[in-house]
T-cell receptor
Framework: DTEVTQTPKHLVMGMTNKKSLKCEQH?????MYWYKQKAKKPPELMFV???????INESVPSRFSPECPNSSLLNLHLHALQPEDSALYLC?????????????FGPGTRLTVL | RKEVEQDPGPFNVPEGATVAFNCTYS??????FFWYRQDCRKEPKLLMS???SGNEDGRFTAQLNRASQYISLLIRDSKLSDSATYLC???????????????FGQGTILTVHP
């Protein structure tokens, strides 16, 4: 059983819609991450939050907007997405966000943009 | 050159076989190393961390050679349930920060058949 939960599990949206992905972790971790995974490819890092502050933004388009309301919650706000943004969006957390941390992944949200 | 390179596979082995996966990484300043497994349409799950002295967890043995920048995973007595994609993962310090950044290999598909 994963201690990182994500909602929704599946999301279909049009290019003009605004939607949000949610992630919650119950392990007391202080770092949280968003990854994007296309089919048959490995996950690619999008954002890192450490102690509720954005630490790393991997040059992600502004149509993706992360938010970290507190150390347990991480949101990804979506607006004006393109069909090529369809992918599995994975949230992960780790204890401190250091280069020695193990990261634990949530089950992901499978996003389809029409 | 890719930052993390793995055997492309796929590997098809019978139950009970021993199978080995190899991985090389390009950043000599990499801090920590992991093997994750990912089942079809699921999230990556941490299989084991990899330590310089080598480590074993049941049927799984991981080795790290920092001088050669090489990581391996050995699976003994393969089970049907071992069928998955195995991801070699390296954590290094993101430039100019103290935060870790996971980089994934492309993954190796393993199919264990009766």
């Amino acid at each position: 059983d994963t201690e990182v939960t994500q909602t929704p599990k599946h999301l279909v949206m049009g290019m003009t819609n605004k939607k949000s992905l949610k992630c919650e972790q119950h392990m007391g971790h202080r770092a949280m991450y968003w990854y994007k995974q296309k089919a048959k490819k490995p996950p690619e890092l999008m954002f890192v939050y450490s102690y509720e502050k954005l630490s790393i933004n991997e040059s992600v388009p502004s149509r993706f907007s992360p938010e970290c309301p507190n150390s347990s919650l991480l949101n990804l706000h979506l607006h004006a997405l393109q069909p090529e943004d369809s992918a599995l969006y994975l949230c992960a957390s780790s204890q401190m966000g250091t280069p020695w941390d193990e990261q634990f992944f949530g089950p992901g949200t499978r996003l389809t943009v029409l | 050159r890719k930052e993390v390179e793995q055997d492309p596979g796929p590997f098809n082995v019978p139950e009970g076989a021993t199978v080995a996966f190899n991985c090389t990484y390009s950043n000599s300043a990499s801090q920590s190393f992991f093997w994750y497994r990912q089942d079809c349409r699921k999230e990556p799950k941490l299989l084991m961390s990899v330590y310089s002295s080598g480590n074993e967890d049941g049927r799984f043995t991981a080795q790290l050679n920092r001088a050669s920048q090489y990581i391996s995973l050995l699976i003994r007595d393969s089970k049907l349930s071992d069928s998955a994609t195995y991801l070699c993962v390296v954590n290094w310090q993101a430039g100019g920060t103290s935060y870790g950044k996971l980089t994934f290999g492309q993954g190796t598909i393993l199919t264990v058949h009766p």
